[in-house]
């Protein structure tokens, strides 16, 4: 799935969210509106300074809390509207939302190490990895269309979300996607606009590197 007209220099920025009490406690959160911790919205100060050098033309974001806070910083600095939509958020995880890491392991084993083979998994009963695309992708290639050209989009999402999105955007197949690596908090992933469709140029930048604390790892 890619741009439908090609050459016109678009980039998308996927950006995850700050930090959460939950990240810090590698508790899955999924669908679960938790907010940013006061370093959440350090982070989340701090990079949108670094994105508004970037001069986005929009921004669209996850309506969960601790999205639409990450990019109401972005707001702040640079007086663009933000969109929210509900299509953008994580991934429905069922009964794994609010269970810890080491929780996950041990009461689902099977089921975690299946997905982390790159087998299509319900985890916790909830949605697929290509689920997640089918509905996460379109909004954002929606608003990379509203572009001018050479324009940047700038997204604001989860770190499973954006990981599928830039999968279906590469053409990747499915099984592939676990070959992206998570994005730490408050980091972000550039997609530019070749002859061909949407290339990565940059992934998990920000920072020098931190731990993936989050559902994706």
Known sequence: MNG????RGRKIVLW?????SWNLE???QGTTDIELTEAGVGQARRAARLLASLRPDAIVASDLR????????????TGLEVAHDSALRETYAGAWQGLTHEEIVGQYGEQYTAWKRGEPVRRGGGELETEVADRAAPVVLEHADKLPD????VVVSHGGTIRTTIG???GLEAHH?????GLSNCCWSVLGEGARGWRLLEHNAGTLPEPVLGDDD
């Open 4 to 7: 439908s007209r090609s050459g």
């Open 16 to 20: 995850r969210h700050g930090q959460t």
């Open 26 to 28: 590698r508790r899955f």
């Open 66 to 77: 601790r999205a639409a806070a990450t990019a109401a910083e972005l707001v702040s600095v």
């Open 150 to 153: 050479a324009g940047t989009l």
């Open 168 to 170: 279906r955007l590469l």
């Open 177 to 181: 996607w676990e070959g992206l690596g």
